[in-house]
């Protein structure tokens, strides 16, 4: 299925822009054309909400969730555009098949839109607008920081709280996360975990967190993105015989923890081996981490919630 | 002092663009053409701040100050741009005179950039980018709701903190505005004031707020951006033997008090006279803020703190 609206003699052939394409008001374009209005309160009041999904060795990988959990945050913002997950779908491979990548970071995004002439100027009368694009493979850790283990910190920014701006409406609502990774590069650390109000982990930049304590894998129960990749975690642990559960950590805790370890969309999962300069787990990714990992693409290879991509 | 890089030939005629103008990788062009990258991480992290100035007449007004605030923004986040105030002015002028708007809102802007490729994937590494734009006079409250004032309600979406988001790096955080304007539209209100955690009044969606107290003028200290408007009101209030103060604020400070009124750039003084459903000033714009407001706009037609647009 077909949803670009070019005719074919415009449309690109398959494999045409392997840094990137983008659909944009309804036309396929190459990653560097691909613009939105300065005027998109997706931009001006970050009035947007978006999900990411991945390719891998030419299939989507949970595509079902991520669709069910944009179409959630939409909802959330009173947002709505005309495609629904079959057009989306269409769109997000297209723009896949443009690209010819074979493992590719795809991005699905709803803005409020530009505030309309002669209309109140309040979000509701805008017309909302939907974006995607496809991008080469993005990893938020690099493979050899993922074999050594990130070295994290826990910042000082504490994470904005859910009540102000609801983390698992997916946002880019980043400046707190921002933050965090300058405190992060002055300590000389790769990345950062932030905290809520009270002291409890939340997230990171773009990833959820782990610890593994008394041999069970234990992730934040609030505060934090309910993340696909999360899932894919709890799911194994399940297949792997290993406790998990959602909970209350503290930073105590992921300092004293056997364990930790990241995991996103762009990345998989990711371990750690230090945090505020403590060595975890011998100053490599911890057994319990590295199994999972280990699963999580072996997984991939078996067909695990894959939707294979057309490319012609 | 033209900034534009545009060849004579390019360049827009004075006033060939009245619906808006901006400058855009260094070229003006009409305001429905101007995009940003989709891929800039002042879209896709909000990883931006931004200024606006107006044009009354014919000139900007307190230029300086939103120069000053601009730059002290870029240097909060670590941002970094070529131009300087005077290239920036030139840039602002620039578009004003393609637009020949004799009454305009100014916006300059400053963004991470797009994630340079085959550099690490944090926001140090990226080339920051500088946007300009004029549009047609922007009321954050039209004329005919700042004569019977506005009305007002106490959101419950707590603000976003300081110590998450600086709310005095002017920024498009607006997650927690948004909600409260869909409050104050389902409430059947006009726009909303925003409390900190501890209950203490901030802002508004894009305004400063005051409270008239016993003849004093009281504006929250903290929690808010400091607005040049704000500014003004002080002033004005000294020039006009008025008591003003910046001090705390709680919503039922707000409810009991003789009068309220909200300012900014897009809006000058701006009277309010129901909050919550309650009536203030015989439900409409009290003595002080009425004096206020009048006061301002007379102080722009005698070239209170003016810079005049070359238009030619």
Redesign the interface.
């Known amino acids: 299925m077909a949803a670009v609206e070019q005719t074919l003699d415009e449309r690109p052939a398959p494999g045409r822009w392997p840094q990137g394409a ?1 659909w ?1 008001d309804g036309h396929l374009v190459p ?1 560097g054309e ?6 998109d309160l ?7 909400t ?1 999900d990411v999904v991945h390719v891998w060795r030419g299939s989507f990988f949970r595509l079902a969730d991520h669709l069910k959990r944009f179409t959630a945050s939409m909802r959330g ?2 947002l709505t555009i005309e495609q629904g997950d079959a057009a989306i779908t269409a769109i997000l491979a297209d723009c896949v098949r443009a690209t010819g990548l074979r493992d590719a970071y795809v991005a699905m ?1 709803c803005t ?1 839109g530009a505030p309309a002439p002669g209309k109140p ?4 009368f805008c017309a909302n607008r939907f ?1 995607a ?1 496809a991008l080469p493979w ?3 850790m690099p493979p050899e920081m993922q074999a050594r283990g990130a070295h994290l910190i826990v910042a000082q ?5 859910p ?3 609801d983390p698992t409406i997916k ?8 933050r965090a ?2 405190e992060a ?1 002055d300590a000389g650390a790769d990345n950062a975990v932030l905290l809520d ?1 009270d002291g409890y982990v939340t997230e990171g930049p773009g990833f959820n967190v782990f610890a593994v304590i008394d041999g069970a894998v234990v992730s934040p129960d609030r505060g934090a993105l309910e993340g696909v990749t999360r899932l894919s975690v709890l799911e194994l642990c399940a297949e792997l015989g290993i406790p998990a559960r959602l909970g209350r950590l503290t930073a105590d805790d992921l300092r004293n923890a056997d364990e930790v370890f990241c995991a996103t969309t762009a990345g998989g999962v990711m371990p750690a081996s230090r945090i505020d300069g403590r060595i975890l787990s011998n100053d490599r990714p911890g057994p319990i981490s590295a199994r999972l990992r280990e699963r999580y693409w072996q997984k991939h290879d078996e067909g695990w919630h894959a939707t294979p991509v057309d490319y012609d």
């Not at 100027?121 to 509701?124: C, E, M």
């Not at 920014?157 to 709280?161: A, D, G, K, L, S």
């Open positions: 983008a944009i990653i691909a613009r939105i209005p300065i005027l997706g931009f001006t009041r970050s009035d947007v978006y913002l009173r995004i409020r100027r309040h979000p509701a974006y694009y993005v990893w938020v920014t504490p994470r904005i709280p009540d102000s701006v946002n880019y609502h980043w400046g707190d996360l921002t990774l300058f590069r109000s």
